[in-house]
Every structure is written in C-alpha cells, then in structure tokens.
C-alpha cells in the first residue's frame, strides 16, 4: 500500500497508545541511557514509530521484553499480549490492511517461529508490510543452558520463513541489530510489500553495550523507493484505453489512500472503462458505480467474466492471478484483446512459492504501483470533470426475507440493515459471501482477505484491523466462517484486554463446508456416493458452545441464533454493545452453500 508524504489516507487518524499504556503501566525505572544491547534494540523500534508490538511471550527474547517494558516504559511501542503466535502475526497483518505501515510482532526462538508461520505466509501473499522479530539461544554455545536452550536453537533460523519473507537476518552485534531494524523497516515498506524477520541472539540482547552506540538519524535510512514506469510507455498506455472502445479495468492491489480510490473513478469514468474487483484484496472501487462490472466475489462473477470477454483493451491494475482471471473468460482460446500490466510484484517472485500465479500474456508491462500510474493517465489524458457522486447508503427492507433457517446472504442482509446508516469497516468475509448485498463506496468499507488462504487468520487479521481503525468512528464488523473463527478464537481475549471495540460474527455452518464440496466432487468423479461426503467434515456431536468460548475470554456473546426472526434484535443489541466499547461474538447457525459464481468456479477447478 502507497502512503504518500502528504497524501490523505483513509486511516489518517493518531495511532492512540493510551488504553494500552494505562492497562499495563509499568513501575517507573530510573534510566539514563541504553545499558545492554536489547535496550538499543528497542530504541531502533521507537525511532522507527513502531506503534506496537504484537507477542507471546518466551525466553529466548526476555531482554527484549525487559527493554521494552522497564528501559521504554512499555510506550512507543506499546506490549500486546497475544495467546499464540500465530495470532500476534497475525494481528500486525491486520494493522497493515487498514494503514499500510508495519507492526512488529515477535516471536520465541525456533518454536515461537515454527507457530507463526501460517500467519507470515498469509501476509506474504497478501504483500503487506510487517517486521517479525524472532530469537535464538546464545549462539555462542558455552553460553547455553542445558538441554531447552539447545532445542531453542538453529544454525540457520531463517531458513524456516525464508521463502516467504522479503529478507532475514541474525545480527550479531547491537550495532548490527540496530542497522538491522534500520534495513528491514525499509525493506517491508517498500513496493512489493511483505514481512521481514530479524532473529537476535538471546547473548547479544542481554549483553551490556560495550559503549554507547553513536545516534543516527533514523529517517536518512528509509529513502523512499517508489518505481515510476518511463513517461513514453504511460503515454503509450493511455493512448491504448483512450482508443478503445471497450476498455476494461482490472482493479487488484491497490493502496487504502482515499485520493487515490477518486484517481481510480476518475480515469474509469474518463475512458467508459467497465471495471472489474474481487473480494481477495479490499475495496478499490465503489462496487455499485454504473461502470462496475457485476459484484465482487472471489472468483469473477459472470457479468465480470462476460465484460472481460468483450473488452478491446484490458488494463490490470496489479489484479491477483491475473492468468487466471483472463483463463476464466476465455478458457483455452487465445486472449484477443492487449493486456496492459501495472505492477512490481514480479520483483519478489521466487522458486518456493507459487502464489505468483500462471503466468499471463501481457502486451505492454509497466513496472509501477498502480496509485503512480493512474494519476499520470488521467494528466496525459487531460481527464476534467466531477466524478460521480458517492450514493447514500440506501436503507435495507427486509420484508422479502423468507423466516426460519437462515442462509448466508439472509444474514449479511440483516447485518446491514442493522448496520443503518453507519460506516463499516468489513474486516473478514467468508467464501460463502455474495458481494452484491453490501456495496463498497469507500476504501475502508473492506479490508480484504487472509492472503494465503490459511483457515485460521481471521480472528487476529480482524483484531489488529480493528485496532488500527479504534477512535475512527468506523464500526468494525468481521464476518468469520466456523472452522476460521475456532482456529484463531483466543485472539479474541487480546481484543477484549486492550480494549479493541469489535464485532464477530460466526456464520456457523457446523463443518468444513469447503471440503465437503471437494469430496462431494471425487465422489462424482469416481462414482462413489455422495451421501458419505459429510464424513470427518461435521463438527457436531458433541455441538461446539461458540457463545460460550467466547464468553470465557471476557466477550460479550449471542446465540446460537437459528431463525431469521430472532438475527434483527440480536445485531441491533451486539452493534450497541460494540459501541459501548465491548467485543462481541454473534454465532449464528447459517445453511451451508456458496454463491452460483462460486460453485461454477469450484466446479470448473475440478474438472
């Protein structure tokens, strides 16, 4: 995500570090300067304007955590306790969703690390910036206690993330930790975005500093680092779409940045582009413009798929799996119309991991960031005029809901109408979700997806967006399916304990609804029956207490909700408690089902 120097973003308010601090206000310790070499460690992290620090807790960085607490006075960053590591990720990718700036997390030795991996993964794909800070034994080994410190040590700790993180490091030195932070900072911060993980060695942390490191001025070692496509190409680009007749916009990532977002509807406008989002990355364009192909899903909804088919030109602005999408709308045919890329994502593109996707037919490339590209267009374009005025959002009725068992999209309507005329901040949606009951018309309304598909993330993706939006007046509302929710659900006490007004919802079909839908296909495939494909998916016998999982970790909880009738008072009461302050967890039982454009694509993906 780009947050230009001066440019209005859509999380622009202070990052507020009260109701942490005043939770967790160490006794005051007289210091005078750095001691040990944790100490400068956590100076680099306040010179840095790390805000917080997600953790659970371990040995192997007790001088960090001493550091960050007794020498920083737990301020600057401020400690949030998580209950898993992967959840402490998690919750700095979150954060990261909403402001585009990086968290730090920090996790325990080779274990801690071995925890987190899922959650750095997710951000790795989702491409947002992050600095992870693990630890190791003393790798000087005379210096290890028997036995835990050498199981708490590897040769190469870096190794079990780097495949998925944009660059690693052990430093030895304090000095060397400082410059460390220094390049990591800047490494996650800059374009492609993803996490970076520094391992501190337990011996160096705890250390005293042999002198004093000399002061540095933190901002000379952050340069910004934004790539710009020669002139003549965006020219040439421009003129492509300016000619087209049907120009389709293909909207992917893409920063939070609210000029940004009017840059966007301003160049689709200028040129009659159809444009086309998913629910993969967060919004980007109001989903109910006139120019708006369909709704987004996570897969092209056929009005997209048929829009594409019919383009002249197609511009992808860093669209996600571009390949696939274009495979979509034309199946094994040649791609007929020019493909204009804009992105930098080939720039960490590696042998390990394949989430860069098939790779597509592109006629011209422009190695940029989609928010520098655009406003170049629409000045080569001489692009004037108001854009289209937002719409108000419109009041629900919801007299057309049929009672009794409730299915996803009852429930997401419902939701919104109880939501009224509130801003919402849409922090998770589930696979079954119909993007064409909620449209987004702001670059907050929907933060986007886990990244890496990994079940789990939710809760604590939706706790650190949740954290990053507290005191903006936005209410925030995760929509989690059951088997995502209990994976992550003791993110749920670091919401309650630091205060983190939020809303959960569990759309709760009881199973592992996707793998049902897997083995209902083999089924087909092999012609074995279908009735058996329930089996090791239900999560019934005994029935799992959501409310009351919740409730144990100091949530406000509703349900089970069963009927249509009894969703209304229930949100209305669970969106009242979050404004209070509370977090609250809404379980309500849902039919299992995904959208028409989903089955087909599920259905298309096996054969």
């Known amino acids: 995500m780009r947050n230009s120097a001066g440019s209005k973003t859509a999380a622009s308010h202070a990052v507020d570090y009260s109701t942490a601090s005043a939770l967790e206000r160490p006794v005051p310790t007289p210091v005078s300067g750095p ?63 909403v402001t585009g700036k990086p968290m730090a997390a920090a996790v325990h030795s080779n274990v801690g690390l071995f925890h987190a991996t899922m959650a750095i993964f997710n951000a790795w ?29 590897a040769r190469d700790q870096g190794a079990i993330v780097r495949p998925y993180v944009k660059w690693d490091d052990q430093p030895a030195s ?36 042999e002198e004093p490191l000399p002061p540095i001025e933190t901002s000379r070692y952050l340069p910004a680092a934004a790539s710009a496509a020669p002139r003549s190409l965006v020219r040439e680009a421009a003129e492509m779409l300016s000619a087209a007749e049907r120009p389709v916009m293909l909207i992917g990532r893409v920063s939070r940045d609210e000029q940004a977002w009017q840059d966007r509807v301003r160049l689709s406008e200028q040129l009659g582009a159809r444009v086309v989002t998913d629910l993969k990355v967060g919004a980007s364009f109001p989903t109910d413009h006139f120019l708006h192909a369909g709704a987004p899903g996570i897969y092209a909804v056929p009005q997209a798929i048929e829009a594409i088919r019919e383009a002249d030109v197609i511009l992808s602005l860093d669209w996600v799996d571009l390949s696939g999408t274009l495979k979509a709308a034309f199946g094994e045919e040649n791609v007929t119309p020019p493909v204009i890329q804009v992105s930098v994502d080939h720039q960490i593109h590696n042998g ?19 928010d520098a590209v655009v406003p170049e ?44 005329a509130r801003d919402v901040s849409l922090l998770h949606l589930p696979l079954s979700w119909n993007g064409a009951i909620w449209p987004f ?42 088997g995502d929710f209990l994976m992550g659900v003791t993110a749920v006490w670091t919401a309650v304990h630091y205060r983190i007004p939020l809303l959960m919802v569990v759309a709760n079909n009881q199973s592992f609804f996707n793998d049902e ?16 494909k ?25 349900g089970p909700v069963h009927s249509t009738e009894d969703l209304v008072s229930t949100f209305e009461a669970a969106i009242k408690a979050v404004e209070a302050g509370s977090v609250v967890v809404v379980d309500v039982r849902v039919q299992p089902g995904y959208t028409p454009a989903m089955t087909a694509a599920l259905t298309r993906s096996s054969q």
């Not at 220094?182 to 705890?206: C, K, S």
Request: proline share 7%; net charge negative; aromatic share 6%.
């Open 174 to 209: 304090a000095g060397a930790a400082r410059e460390a932070l220094l390049r990591g900072a800047w490494l996650t911060q800059t374009a492609p975005r993803g996490p970076v993980y520094i391992n501190l060695d337990a011996e160096m942390q705890e250390g005293a500093l």
């Open 517 to 532: 839908v897997h083995q209902e296909r083999m089924a087909h495939m092999r012609g074995r029956p279908v009735e058996n």
């Open 352 to 370: 390990w991991s394949m989430d860069h996707q098939a790779l597509p037919p592109v006629d011209l490339f422009l190695a940029a960031e989609p």
């Open 441 to 482: 018309r702001h670059p907050l309304d929907f933060v986007g997806s886990d990244g890496g598909g990994g079940i789990g993330g939710g809760p604590g993706i939706s706790v650190g967006a949740a954290l990053a939006l507290r005191g903006s007046g936005r209410l925030p509302v995760s929509i989690l399916g059951d």
């Open 125 to 153: 794909c989702d491409r947002m910036p992050m600095v992870v800070i693990g630890a190791t034994g003393p790798v000087d080994a005379t210096k290890r206690r028997p036995w835990i410190d050498w199981i708490h040590t």
């Open 35 to 97: 001691k040990f070499g944790s100490d400068a460690v956590a100076e680099a992290l306040r010179a840095l304007d790390i805000p917080y620090i997600a953790i659970n807790p371990g040995a192997s960085f007790r001088g960090l955590h001493d550091s960050l607490v007794n020498y920083l006075g737990n301020q600057r960053p401020n400690l949030l306790l998580c209950l898993h590591e992967e959840h402490a990720v998690a919750i700095a990718h979150g954060y990261a969703k």
């Open 377 to 420: 267009m629409l000045e080569i374009l001489n692009a004037s005029g108001v854009i289209t005025a937002a719409r108000q959002a419109d009041p629900l009725e919801l007299s057309d809901l049929p009672s009794g068992p409730i299915a996803v999209e009852q429930m997401g309507k419902v939701l919104r109408h109880a939501c009224g």
């Open 534 to 558: 329930w089996i090791g998916q239900r999560m019934t016998d005994p029935e799992i207490d959501v409310a009351g999982i919740a409730r144990a970790q100091g949530a406000v909880a509703f």
